[in-house]
């Protein structure tokens, strides 16, 4: 369970009264409830969950905090009194709600930054999706097209515990391979394959990527992005900046004369949202903390010819542990 405690104690460092709580991943954070409908948390003395009555049964059995009816407007307002936060991507019609004075809120980002380390329980949910993604891929037919290489590798993940895939999975082969956010096609499967992909197991990622090689201009380029992952992970480690581990994985990329083909970010993290705190970029400033967890994806991409990636999920201790376990390099039949 998430120590709400801490939470409470950043809230009154910040001199924060009360506080709205209205993203879905927020709100299942502090709860242990996900919501499918219009739900939102209050935090004051303690945090209460807030919930339609098409999802108060679930709730009921989920959330380990208190639950509760949605409040009428006027009710709601009168919840908030004092310093008032709400979060950083909360809407301005749900603002317009609490008061009519938005000029008044302050923005706080202390779920967020919680979020960013770990409890023992969500390692393990994470280790979980990551187990279901490596498991599915294995049973891949990437014989046909694109899009029918992804389809297949959704429905086994979604077949094997996923509650749907992490994000949409990317299978672009040949020349498309040279896009890093590739849309998968109608096009039949030629190489090499960039396959990325994730699943979610109690609504926490996983992430990962291979990518297939056949000739050995495609194994030289594979062959460097390896080299520059080994040496991205082998810095990643605890009180270690995170524009270290960038910078370790675009050395070795830009020593063999391709680092204006490495053209987006190490890594970052992830959790409940495949994209979360950290940033791993040459131009993040702060520090890995124990408990993170982040990927680590250096990645060629050579215009109108091919790309390469490959993408570990890494855990942040005194040295960093590499959860995924699935080989670099998988065998396929075209």
Known sequence: MINN???????????????LVFKPENIKYMSNFFPSSFSYIIIKDKPILYVSSLDKETAQKESEIEIRELLSKDELRKEFQGNTAVEETLDLRMANTITEDISKLNISNVILESRAIKTKEEIEKIKK?????????????????????????????????????????????????????????????STPIVVDWGARYDHYCSDITRTFIESERQEEIWNIVREAQQEGIKTVGENVKLSDVDNACREVITEYGYGEYFIHSTGHGFGLEIHEAPNVSFNSEGYLKENMIVTVEPGIYIPGEFGVRIEDDVLVKKQGKVLTSIDKKLDFTL
Do not use: C, W
């Open 129 to 189: 999706s990551i187990k279901i993604a490596e498991k599915s891929i294995k049973e891949i037919d990437f014989t046909g097209t694109e899009k029918e290489a992804a389809a297949s590798l959704e429905y086994n993940m979604m077949k094997n515990g996923s509650i749907k895939p992490a994000f949409d999975t990317i299978v672009a082969s040949g020349t498309k391979s040279s896009s890093p956010h590739s849309v998968s096609t109608n096009d039949r499967v």
């Open 5 to 19: 405690e801490n939470i409470l104690n950043k809230l009154q460092e910040e001199n924060i009264d009360s506080m």
